[in-house]
């Protein structure tokens, strides 16, 4: 039924080579439970993944029914996938906000069966693995015995000949892991079962042949099979991919591993969505879905904030609670209080981020915290604008007037390649006037689908602007904002504190001062990343680095610094405002957060990297900036 010859995984990781899968030889049998065993680390997973089509080897060969795989391409895999293999994992991956019958019919929802079948198919499958009276519920109303039958329920709904199971009663307890070994035994009577266990006792007692596996290559087998020649000829039936198989492919790349950080559940859950959206379309297959997860991964950059909060109250499977038998009570933080962290941005840390090899993160967005001091000229004269998208009419503290607090400016910063390019806004974004910007001082409005721009950009760029008003391009391209060093912009007065200045003309002609240009208007390319930077003008980290430069040594930065009075209005301040407007000024050269663009999932790993070899207590947060 399935052969693996001579099969080689090496990983290679910071110069060391993992032998994962080190020339491994097996043939199972069309119908047999084989149940395999080993310590932690010694290849299991990555056998399984690759017998089912998850992951690629690197040498050797699977036969698959007679039939090699070396000439494979991606959507002879996914077909594969999808018709023949069933997979069940330890943490279940059921969607928590689906009910049950949802949950099972999702595994089939794009796989070309009709509504009312796939209705069908699921009930029976539920009703087999013995949930009949619970497919209306919602997965946290399940125990964990019962969680893992829907996902034996799913991956069984669309009958395969081959079903995989990794550790799927490792979270737990004895009876009812023996429970669902029972079940798994039954389904092994039509299909061959291939399992992978901690437990050799339950795979001793339940499997039909146990396999045990060390250091990537197996060690013994109880009972071997050779398989003969070519028996009936396999064929690839090339449906369209199935929701569920896009969902297992991302599953199984955030497969809960040591050391895995939960921000990688929640990028690629966002990333399940935008899946889902494209194979809605598209029959691409897999090009698509990596496509898809680098567009998913964009618009989503890992963001590490100051302060984070941790999303992985999201997904289900991992934390259930159980009764207590204990005779006292146990103080608990809050998930919410849990789920707050703070980090420590420090110098060292961004130093680190910055080793982080260019083919993982092609691109990485440092903001800081510093305030600009903006000034236009409008109809002749020189006034002060923002690059906000707040109401500049209205005394109401919005979202985006805080964030534009926060930020020092408002706004939205653009990631640069790390080789000094554009890669990021030419893959994103297309140019609908003017040109992608070519240097630090070269700023872009950002627009919408449907050419629609935030009125209150406009409004804070100095433009009078009704909403529904038509703007032509060329009003908005070539659009010259001066950026004032606070040198020029603040004096000094008598009493010891600082004032802005007024005569905007001669600031505009200093010789500090510096002209950011609108050299395009852009919109995304791609319904997938949509939302990557808001509507309204972004610029480049570069520029921010060149303000904080300019200020950190400045008068009023100096003065802020000796005096713990806000040195602008003279009154006595608590210390986080001090430092937040310090850093405004551009007191401070600790990044407010760093956005990593990772080029494909394996960036979580590097990240939980950074975190273990600097052991500092950041945590990392992902959303949308
Ligand atoms: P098991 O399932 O038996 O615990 P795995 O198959 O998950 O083991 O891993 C086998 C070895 O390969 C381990 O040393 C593991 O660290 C390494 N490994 C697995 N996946 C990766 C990866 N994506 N990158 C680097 N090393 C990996
Ligand atoms: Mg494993």
Redesign the pocket.
Known sequence: MLELKHIKKY?N?GGTT?K?QDDVSVAFRQQEFVAIL?P????????LNIIGGLDRYDSGDLLIKGKSTKAFKDADWDAYRNNSVGFIFQSYNLISHLSIIDNVEMGMTLSGVPAAEKKQRAEDALIRVGLKEHMHKSPQQLSGGQMQRVAIARAIANDPEILLADEPTGALDSETSEEIMKLIRDLSKERLVIM?THNPQLARKYADRVIE?AD?QIQHDSNPHVEHEKTDEFKLNRTKMSYWTALKLSFNNIRTKKGRTFLTVFASSIGIISIAVVLALSNGFQKQIDKTQSEAMASMPVRISQTGTDTSSMMTGTKTKTFSKADHLTAEKSDAEKAQHTNKLTKKYLAYVNQMPKKDAKNIAVTYGTGMNLIREVNGKYKTVTFSTSDPDSNTVNASAMMAASTGIGGSVYPIDRNGGQSFLKTYYKVIAGKYPTSANDIILVVNKDNSVDINALKNLGYTAKEGQKVQYKDLVGTQVKVVANDDYYSKLPTGTYMPGTDYAKMASAAKTKTLTIAGIVRVKSKNSDGLLSSGIAYSAALTKDVLNTNKDSAIVTAQKASSANVITGQTMDNSTRSALLTSLGGSSTPSSIQIYPTTFKLK?KVANCKNKLATPWHDTVRRT
Do not use: C, L, P, W
């Open positions: 990983y990781v993992t994962a080993g932690s680390g010694s290849g299991k997973t990555t056998m992978v596996f990537g790993d």
